[in-house]
C-alpha cells in the first residue's frame, strides 16, 4: 500500500513539475464556406503552351454537377471550346475544360485535348487559378493561369 502511495506521490508531483493547464485539445477547423463557381465567366487566360487568349465559360448546375461550355481566342488567332466540367473537391473546386471535338492525335500532333484548372479561388465576381493543359503531345509540366470576371 505504501508503495502504491508513494508513486502515486510521485506521479502527482511530475504532472505538478510540468506547469501550465494541461495538455490543449485542438480546436476543429471550422469549414469554411466555398463559393460556387457556377454562372457566365470571361477574361484572360495565360496558356504557355497554346499562347495567351482570352476565355469566356459557363457553368449550371445539372444533376448535382455543375456543368457548361466554354471558348477561347487565342492571341495568334487560332480557337479552341467544347464543355466545361467542375467538381467540389477537399474544400475547393477543381475546373475541367474538354476540347470539341477531340482531336485525333496524330504523329507529333500539339493539339488540345483538355485544360484543368487547380488552385481556384472563387469570389462572388472573380475566379482565378492555375491552367494546366494537356495536349496530343502528352501532359506538360508548366503552368498558365486564368482571371475571370462574372458577367
Known sequence: MNVRLASLAVLVSIVAGCGGSGPSVPTPMQPTAVTSPAGNW???MKD?????GTLQMSLAEQ?????????ATYKSGGKASGRSVATLVQGGYGITLYADPTPTCAAGQSALLVYTFINVVVTSQRLTATLTPLSCSGPVFVFGSVDLSKQ
Open 63 to 71: 444533376s448535382g454537377m455543375l456543368v457548361g461550355a466554354w471558348s
Open 48 to 52: 504557355p503552351v497554346f499562347g495567351d
Open 42 to 44: 470571361s477574361g484572360t
